[in-house]
């Protein structure tokens, strides 16, 4: 994928993480932020599990990313104490 289908991915998976997660989302560059290292976190996790990881532009990868955005956006407002829900 190139890297304007990477942000665009980032995106969908990070805003969809972001309202499963807190219901508010991050904001735009966030969520992308987030959404990117979650795809990232997805497949890694989702390869040792032996499920394969993200491969492409599909929903099988897109359901990947999101589970890997929910782990980073706990884990970031674990981080930052947002305690807001």
């Not at 969520?31 to 990117?36: A, P, Q, T």
């Not at 990868?61 to 782990?71: F, N």
């Amino acid at each position: 994928m190139g890297i304007l289908s990477w942000i665009i991915f980032g995106l969908i998976a990070g805003y969809i993480g972001s309202k499963l997660v807190n219901k508010t989302g991050q904001g735009m560059l966030m969520n992308i932020v987030l959404g990117i290292f979650g795809a990232i976190v997805g497949g890694y996790l989702a390869t040792l599990l032996g499920l394969g990881g993200v491969s492409g532009f599909n929903l099988y990868s897109l359901l990947i990313a999101v589970g890997g955005a929910v782990v980073v956006q706990v884990i970031y407002r674990a981080l930052t104490g947002s305690s807001r829900l």
